[in-house]
């Protein structure tokens, strides 16, 4: 079995035998899929803000060891953040 190409259109169409179950385990799974994807919405934009914040406390003078305990990084983090 060929795997799809990375830009394939795939289509999915649902058969729900049993409608009064499966409405509430559907809306559900909807819904966590949602959430899911604003989740990593926002840690994108987390570590986004966090390379920025980085950069400048290092900027100004604040060792890698102290700007990694204010943003919960490790030392070695803070150093792969700001020379990206």
């Known amino acids: 079995m060929a795997d799809l190409a990375d830009d394939a259109k795939v289509e ?3 058969f729900i035998e049993n409608e009064d179950d499966n ?13 899911r994807r604003e ?8 570590h986004a803000r966090t390379a920025v914040v ?24 803070v150093s792969q953040l700001t020379s990206a």
Request: glycine share 10%; hydrophobic share 40%; aromatic share 2%.
């Open 12 to 14: 999915v169409e649902l």
């Open 39 to 46: 989740i990593l919405r926002r840690e994108a934009d987390l």
């Open 54 to 77: 980085a950069k400048v406390l290092t900027g100004e003078g604040y060792s890698v060891r102290d700007t990694g305990a204010l943003l919960d990084l490790t030392p070695g983090r």
């Open 23 to 35: 409405v509430s385990t559907l809306a559900e799974a909807a819904q966590l899929g949602r959430e």
